[in-house]
């Protein structure tokens, strides 16, 4: 069984920095790419930023420049630097991976979700 926990929400003024973590445990092959998404309320779920397993990224355009994506892979976590944030960056974030499981089957796994709130 393969799940994803993600830890480091919470609510933060405007102008501060959280980071997020998400961590795969279980059996599995290998991890491919890593994503995290977010959705506010009354929104669709969006992608923030995606990471390879060799490292290359990309981030969406309201995120660029304050945040950062980075993954350890000996310890199966991706991680999310989150600065300058702002009210509109108010959502519950959710961590995405692509992984090859024992059976060399890809599948799609999501966290739980983890609520950051910005506000004063």
């Known amino acids: 069984q393969v799940q994803l926990v993600e830890s480091g929400g919470g609510l933060v003024q405007p102008g501060g920095s959280l980071r997020l973590s998400c961590r795969a445990s279980g059996d599995f092959f290998s991890i491919n790419a890593m994503d995290w998404y977010r959705q506010a309320p009354g929104k669709q779920r969006e992608l923030v930023a995606g990471?390879?397993?060799?490292?290359?990224?990309n981030y969406a355009d309201s995120v660029k420049g304050r945040f950062t994506i980075s993954r350890d892979n000996a310890k199966n976590t991706v991680y999310l630097q989150m600065n300058s944030l702002n009210p509109e960056d108010t959502a519950v974030y959710y961590c995405n991976a692509d992984i090859t499981r024992i059976s060399r089957v890809r599948t799609n796994y999501w966290g739980q979700g983890t609520q950051v709130t910005v506000s004063s």
């Open positions: 990471i390879t397993r060799g490292g290359n990224t």
